[in-house]
């Protein structure tokens, strides 16, 4: 519980305080690096949510039900790609950073997919946001 909170503490300050444009997550041990790249994907994760939730409100209850299956299929596959990039590092203290950076990065992608549904252009047949029955 401790370690919990000393890490969630240690995330907060980094992302509080001030971080250079090329690098955010410029901690001066491997430990902050990891809290800052955690930080980084719980970001990433809170923005991907906002897309889904407010492409669920747009979209019919068929729709729905597809991207349900769509998202929980989607999760494991980023959690297990991500495990993967991660082997590298395997046992080093470097292997929670590794990780988040890519759970970030594979995520952020997703959120643009799912926005993708929300704005795209007439006539785009694969167009879940006109999903509307």
Known sequence: MKRRLFVGLTAFLITAGPATADDPCTGATQ?????CAGAAYDRADA????????????????AKDGLRVAQKAWLPFRDASCALEAMGVEGGSMQPQVRADCLAR????RTSVLN?????????????????E
């Open 116 to 132: 993708g549904y929300l704005t795209c252009s007439e006539g785009d047949v694969s167009c879940v946001g006109r999903f509307s």
């Open 31 to 35: 430990m902050d690096l990891n809290a």
């Open 47 to 62: 923005t991907m949510n906002q897309a889904y939730t407010r492409l669920m409100k747009q979209i019919s209850p068929r």
């Open 106 to 109: 594979v995520t952020a992608a």
